[in-house]
């Protein structure tokens, strides 16, 4: 996948595009993102929230018109979203999801197998002269 990068998202933005642009960059739905920057508002971090969010509405440059196109048609899947938006079948999505898990699970093993060997502890040791 191509490198992605954060843009204010202005025709999906609600005041000046930013969370639309976060949900964009990390692949998550928007409304989600705006509960969170509510939340975290409303649990005292209100100035901080506010500072961030103006820095990125200087910071951030409006997104290119074809951007998203891009992004999503990358994408297998996407959190929260209905499989039949994205064309796919239920079986198809579920067989691309226990792909993935398949694949994440692998690497854990591996990792767990790596933790627990003695060529970890004897790299610790060193690391801690």
């Known amino acids: 996948m191509s490198k992605r990068e954060l843009y204010r998202d202005t025709?999906?933005?609600?005041i000046s595009?930013?969370?639309?642009g976060l949900a964009n960059y990390f692949g998550i739905e928007v409304w989600l993102v705006r509960i969170?920057?509510?939340?975290?508002a409303l649990l005292g971090g209100s100035f901080l929230v506010l500072l961030a969010y103006a820095a990125?509405?200087?910071?951030?440059?409006?997104?290119?018109?074809?951007?998203?196109?891009?992004?999503?048609?990358?994408?297998?899947h996407k959190l929260k979203?209905?499989?039949?938006?994205?064309?796919?079948?239920?079986?198809?999505?579920?067989?691309?999801l226990e792909r993935d898990f398949d694949h994440l699970?692998?690497?854990?093993?591996?990792m767990e197998a790596y933790v627990t060997s003695d060529a970890?502890?004897?790299?610790?040791?060193?690391k801690n002269l």
Do not use: H
């Open 120 to 126: 970890f502890k004897v790299n610790r040791e060193f």
């Open 56 to 76: 990125m509405t200087l910071m951030l440059e409006k997104q290119p018109a074809n951007y998203v196109e891009s992004i999503k048609s990358k994408q297998e």
């Open 105 to 110: 699970e692998t690497n854990v093993r591996s």
């Open 11 to 14: 025709a999906n933005g609600k």
């Open 17 to 20: 595009g930013v969370c639309a």
């Open 36 to 40: 969170l920057v509510i939340s975290a």
């Open 81 to 96: 979203s209905k499989p039949w938006e994205q064309g796919q079948t239920p079986e198809a999505l579920l067989s691309t």
